[in-house]
């Protein structure tokens, strides 16, 4: 097993309780899409499909959602964009039916390098994730009203990850698919219990009805990211105080504390 694999590896280990979607492709799955298209997807790719189940596979990879102030953050630390990795069909049907897809299978007159759509951006632009032929392509977003050309059009795309494996490497499952077991459950209803109870004491006029009913249903994560959403929404300021607590209960449960980040700005807003 290469190193890079050992990525993918880890990733399904470590997340193997979490995991409720992706398929292995079986190789008469080949079968089912023109020769055109099979010959498009690169070995190594095809190769990964046959070994793990990827094929619908949703998972959170980082990305700085083109915001400024997430452009010098360390890349494990970002908040996650959701992404579905397509199967063998809808592989054909991106690459032969619908713009850039249809141009950006073709091999270039002069480099012969063409794109290969792999997945699908759920998170905000509802836009595909591309890799070329070359032995180590960088994973792309290329947004389909970015250019009229394919030049263009890689030109202008978004560098998602440099290699394809870095995608398990960095990646993970997103807050709102992780399962607690019953006794993790239990003390995370504890923990934010507590959260609440500490926010309440900075902010005795903000009501956290929601999440309080949440909590009553015994889902605790929902309601975390439920008390996250309110503050990001709410007109109140964000104290070091508050961002820290909320990234020691993050911490605490073992979620992904990236989305934490757009509270962190509000401190910077209020300084």
Known sequence: MSRKNQYIEGFFEKFKKDIDTGRLTKTQDFNSISKYVENRIPTWYKD???SYPIAGLEIGVPSDFGQPFLQDIKKED???MRIRFYD??????EATNFYPGIDLIKKGVFDRK??????????STLESLFVSNKK???V????????ESKKELIKRSEVISDNFHDLFKYGSIINQKRKFSTDKNIKALGIIRDLLKFLKGQ????????SEKILTENKSIDALLGIENQLLQEKVSISQAIYDKLKEVYSELELHPGD???LKEKIKAAD
């Open 136 to 138: 180590k392509p960088k």
């Open 48 to 50: 990964l499909l046959l």
């Open 203 to 210: 902010y005795p006029t903000l009501a956290f009805t929601a």
């Open 78 to 80: 970002l908040p996650l």
């Open 260 to 262: 934490l980040l757009y």
């Open 88 to 93: 063998l069909r809808e592989i054909e049907k």
């Open 140 to 147: 792309r977003l290329i947004i389909h009203d970015l250019g």
């Open 114 to 123: 063409y794109y290969i759509p792999i997945a699908l951006d759920e998170e």
